[in-house]
């Protein structure tokens, strides 16, 4: 993990129209290159705001971001061109075929011909689902649209990955694909932000977690940091809980 920082955050606020409370509360991070940065809360902390104002797909309503150098107020098509993203929510047209879908994401991307179905056969395969590629996405299980949804926003190869919730509903199987294949990337040098609300996978995969709620950072560090900072509990879900409380959430 490099010492300087990819992603500088200061004071990042944001209002959503007829909210008296801000969604995200002037929080301020540093994410560093080649780490693995966990975004952790329970819903409606702030996560996918926050993961949303620094791809770009909303501004801020103050604060300042700047990515790998590059203010994002001056310079946000320049980042776009080095970021991948991986929404929450499956980014997939259900009556195209998987292949149909990358290709399509491709083009967004600037790639065409050899080079993108090239890039297209390497990552069916690395997901293993050359046999699915033909049939249509409404077909898929919701762990195949997940990987899907995964590739397209790898084929570009970017420096950068923001994935919202990578894991969330699937099965076992891909998910331990998913996770093998972001570690893999990462030991390349992939800088990756990840949101989850599974804290054991956050434990075991994150260089560094920020945990979030109502908007404000409570707590952050690495997680055996945190870990030996609360003797009290066993695991980063116990001070997950104990920092959030136990109430449920919409």
Same mark, same amino acid.
């Given at each position: 993990?490099?010492?300087?920082?990819?992603?500088?955050?200061?004071?990042?606020?944001?209002?959503?129209?007829?909210?008296?409370?801000?969604?995200?509360?002037?929080?301020?991070?540093?994410?560093?290159?080649?780490?693995?940065?966990?975004?952790?809360?329970?819903?409606?902390?702030?996560?996918?705001?926050?993961?949303?104002?620094?791809?770009?797909?909303?501004?801020?309503?103050?604060?300042? $971001?700047? #990515? /790998?150098?590059?203010?994002?107020?001056?310079? &946000? +098509?320049?980042? =776009?061109? @080095?970021?991948?993203?991986?929404?929450?929510?499956?980014?997939?047209?259900?009556?195209?075929?998987?292949?149909?879908?990358?290709?399509?994401?491709?083009?967004?991307?600037?790639?065409?011909?050899?080079?993108?179905?090239?890039?297209?056969?390497?990552?069916?395969?690395?997901?293993?689902?050359?046999?699915?590629?033909?049939?249509?996405?409404?077909?898929?299980?919701?762990?195949?649209?997940?990987?899907?949804?995964?590739?397209?926003?790898?084929?570009?190869?970017?420096?950068?990955?923001?994935?919202?919730?990578?894991? $969330?509903? #699937? /099965?076992?199987?891909?998910?331990?694909?998913? &996770? +093998?294949?972001? =570690?893999? @990337?990462?030991?390349?040098?992939?800088?990756?932000?990840?949101?989850?609300?599974?804290?054991?996978?956050?434990?075991?995969?994150?260089?560094?977690?920020?945990?979030?709620?109502?908007?404000?950072?409570?707590?952050?560090?690495?997680?055996?940091?945190?870990?030996?900072?609360?003797?009290?509990?066993?695991?980063?879900?116990?001070?997950?809980?104990?920092?959030?409380?136990?109430?449920?959430?919409?």
């Amino acid at each position: 993990m490099s010492s300087n920082p990819i992603i500088e955050i200061r004071e990042l606020t944001k209002f959503y129209k007829n909210s008296d409370e801000p969604a995200v509360n002037a929080i301020s991070l540093d994410i560093f290159a080649n780490e693995i940065f966990g975004l952790l809360g329970p819903n409606g902390a702030g996560k996918t705001t926050t993961i949303s104002i620094l791809c770009g797909l909303f501004p801020a309503t103050k604060g300042r $971001v700047t #990515i /790998d150098g590059i203010d994002s107020h001056t310079g &946000l +098509e320049k980042i =776009k061109q @080095i970021i991948g993203i991986v929404p929450q929510d499956i980014a997939l047209y259900p009556t195209l075929t998987g292949r149909e879908n990358l290709a399509f994401f491709g083009n967004m991307y600037g790639l065409y011909g050899s080079e993108l179905r090239g890039k297209i056969n390497h990552y069916l395969s690395e997901f293993g689902l050359e046999k699915h590629a033909n049939k249509t996405v409404s077909k898929y299980s919701g762990g195949m649209k997940r990987r899907v949804n995964l590739i397209a926003g790898l084929l570009h190869d970017p420096k950068i990955l923001f994935l919202d919730e990578p894991t $969330v509903g #699937i /099965d076992v199987q891909s998910r331990v694909v998913i &996770l +093998e294949y972001l =570690k893999a @990337i990462n030991s390349k040098g992939v800088t990756i932000i990840y949101t989850s609300h599974y804290m054991e996978e956050a434990e075991n995969l994150c260089t560094r977690v920020a945990i979030i709620d109502r908007g404000n950072i409570i707590a952050k560090g690495n997680p055996k940091d945190l870990l030996e900072g609360h003797p009290e509990f066993k695991n980063l879900e116990n001070i997950f809980l104990h920092l959030t409380g136990k109430d449920m959430r919409d």
